[in-house]
């Protein structure tokens, strides 16, 4: 075989595993590969799974642990087989049901001291009494930690929370990110996002929808903010300009119900992504508030 004809059988090769992928909605045999799965996006809840071959990681727990459990196991998915719970910050939308989770599957949960702070205060507000520390685990922005065979990397995002973070996630040779909650795209996160083969990002809102929609100024000041949430106008910069257009998969994410509509928030990265999209590479998906999607896997 001439150096030519392998390099065509090569790219063969790749084109019919990606196509394979693409007909099969992501997947190959089952439990093999790294996957997404977002069980709940937007202002009543966030949460979703990292996994590998070994490792699931619980991204945020926005939603009742009930509620958690209904969506794994609705996926095929065991709550008892999750590795770790990691959190990008403390609003309630985050961590709601992370109390009774943490009891309840007694795995590690990650976040930052100032994050456990702020969380911790809300609990004990809450209840009277501080949440059990027993299986927190501390990480600092911008230092990598490792969870089972998952490569964790937190990042600083510009948001009203006490150390919001962003991550991104490296296994079995695919990166994923994760960068929701965050008022504007700063150049450091522009960075972590390079080469991610899976990207979660929020298109919170339409600019016109939420001027005039139902919210109060004083909301609508700290939504627009730039440590609010990102617009789809925001985002859609980002991928006409500083975006590489490597992503397999783009999931929208956080998606307001009231200032935003999903075919809206769509149509607008579409736009901006232009002649990017490709059988192979920049599909959109949407993530919703009310059902989990389906998994992603590569």
């Known amino acids: 075989m001439t150096w030519d004809e392998s390099q065509g059988f090569a790219q063969r090769w790749w084109l019919s595993r990606k196509l394979s992928r693409f007909h099969s909605g992501g997947a190959y045999a089952a439990g093999m590969g790294v996957s997404v799965s977002v069980l709940a996006s937007g202002s009543r ?37 999750l590795s770790a719970i990691v959190i990008t910050h403390e609003h309630s939308d985050h961590v709601a049901g992370l109390l009774v989770l943490a009891r309840k599957l007694s795995v590690p949960v990650f976040m930052t001291g100032a994050t456990h702070q702020a969380w911790s205060r809300a609990v004990r507000d809450a209840t009277g009494e501080p949440p059990d520390t027993e299986r927190i685990e501390f990480f600092s922005s911008g230092r990598s930690f490792q969870i089972g065979d998952i490569a964790v990397t937190p990042f600083t995002i510009p948001h009203d929370a006490a150390d919001p973070v962003g991550f991104t996630f490296r296994a079995e040779g695919i990166k994923i990110g994760v960068a929701t909650d965050l008022g504007y795209m700063p150049a450091s996160v522009r960075d972590h996002l390079r080469c991610c083969d899976i990207l979660v990002l929020e298109s919170n809102h339409d600019l016109e929808m939420l001027r005039v929609g139902p919210y109060p100024w004083s ?24 975006y590489d257009g490597n992503a397999s998969y783009i999931v929208l994410a956080h998606l307001s119900e009231q200032n935003n509509h999903p075919e809206v928030a769509k149509r607008e990265a579409e736009m901006a992504l232009g002649t990017r999209r490709s059988l192979l590479h920049n599909r959109i998906e949407l993530a919703t508030q009310a059902q989990a999607m389906q998994p992603i896997r590569l």
Request: proline content about 2%; some cysteine; hydrophobic content about 35%.
């Open 45 to 81: 809840g966030n949460s979703a799974i990292v996994q590998s071959s070994s490792t699931r990681i619980l991204v945020d727990a926005g939603i009742s642990c009930r509620e958690t459990f209904k969506r794994m196991q609705a996926a095929g998915d065991d709550p008892h087989a």
């Open 219 to 242: 909301v609508k000041q700290r939504v627009g903010s730039r440590t609010g949430h990102l617009s789809n106008k925001a985002l859609a910069e980002f991928f006409a300009g500083d």
